[in-house]
């Protein structure tokens, strides 16, 4: 039979799963999503504070072009995508 101890260490176990592993990976999923879901012409914010649109896409990296001139980057290092946005006003 199981003593104490055991089932303690079970439960916080458990714990930890649902309250950091599994939203962890919810999040990873939804931005995986989100990224694959970008295309030319969408216009976006990096993580940095950056504006621009994309003019070109590879599997994992992107060209912004801003007003500055055109930006090469991951596509991880986008944080939201304005279009839609802009459409709904």
């Keep these: 039979m199981m003593n104490q101890n055991t089932l303690m260490l079970l439960a916080m176990i458990a714990v930890m799963y649902f309250f950091m592993i599994m939203p962890a990976?919810?999040?990873?999923k939804k931005e995986k999503a989100f990224e694959n879901g970008l295309k030319v012409g969408d216009k976006i914010i990096t993580k940095s504070g950056i504006h621009g649109k994309i003019a070109e896409m590879t599997d994992d990296t992107?060209?912004?072009?801003?007003?500055?001139?055109?930006?090469?980057?991951?596509?991880?290092?986008?944080?939201?995508?304005?279009?839609?946005?802009l459409a709904a006003k």
């Excluded at 990976?25 to 990873?28: G, L, M, P, S």
């Design 62 to 85: 992107v060209v912004i072009e801003t007003m500055a001139g055109k930006i090469k980057m991951e596509k991880s290092a986008i944080s939201s995508e304005l279009s839609a946005k």
């Design 25 to 28: 990976q919810r999040r990873a």
